[in-house]
């Protein structure tokens, strides 16, 4: 039974520039969404993705912006790269939008310089 | 917005010694659920808690979804070393498929 998967591991880019993420959810799920956990903290919610729509979204900017393909896999894009954009982003995968758990992939650790 | 507040923030413990932590809102969740996560990883789901009053065991974990729905309790029997980790609480919203709101977390040393 194939888990959630993220690549890449790691990721380093320069203040200014753009990323993307990628995210396989755990066979039988269809729904994605992505956190961001800082050093320390929680992981705090981004958004999350359902029949390729995005349907609720955290308190962050539209610099975050997300895709989810029929396979439902999905991806995480971040325009103009802050420092404090630095995180871990983790992906969690659902059966959803009934009630149930969300499954944690291990993360991409993104340092912006 | 909401926010979980989770104590305490770390134990340091001795091998074999039961472990409590918990977990409080002001605001009402439907779901409850509490994971573990080892350095550089993500986070493993340990039990997930859908009614207020509910009891749930997974092994030497035991979790309550509290009775007014704004709290949750986490308890670990006899501790051994693979229970190091930090332990966050996240309440879900509309059934817990969609946002889920951590807690800060519980960092659990224990000593053999």
């Known amino acids: 039974d194939a888990g959630v998967t993220q690549s890449p591991t790691h990721l380093i880019k320069t203040r200014g520039q753009q990323v993307t993420l990628r995210c396989s959810p755990k066979?039988?799920?269809?729904?994605v969404s992505w956190y961001q956990q800082a050093l320390g903290q929680g992981p705090q919610f981004i958004f999350q993705y359902y029949e390729e729509e995005e349907r609720q979204r955290g308190n962050f900017p539209d610099r975050f912006s997300g895709h989810q393909f029929p396979n439902y896999s999905s991806e995480l894009n971040v325009n103009a790269l802050l420092l404090g954009d630095s995180a871990l982003y983790l992906c969690?995968?659902?059966?959803?939008?009934?009630?149930?758990?969300?499954?944690f992939g291990p993360g991409t650790r993104l340092t912006v310089t | 917005g909401q926010q979980l507040n989770q104590s305490p923030q770390s134990m340091f413990i001795q091998e074999g010694e039961d472990v409590s932590m918990n977990c409080t809102s002001s605001?009402?969740?439907?779901?409850w659920l509490w994971y573990k996560q080892d350095p550089g990883e993500g986070p493993v789901l340990l039990i997930a808690?859908?009614?207020?009053?509910e009891l749930t065991s997974n092994g030497r974990l035991t979790a309550q979804f509290g009775t007014t729905r704004k709290d949750s309790f986490l308890n670990i029997s006899a501790s051994i070393p693979s229970d190091v980790g930090i332990y966050f609480c996240a309440g879900g919203t509309q059934g817990g498929s969609e946002k889920l709101v951590f807690g800060k977390g519980t960092k659990l040393t224990v000593n053999p």
């Open positions: 808690l859908y009614k207020a009053g």
């Open positions: 969690a995968s659902s059966l959803g939008p009934h009630p149930g758990e969300q499954y």
């Open positions: 066979s039988g799920h269809d729904t």
């Open positions: 605001s009402i969740f439907n779901t």
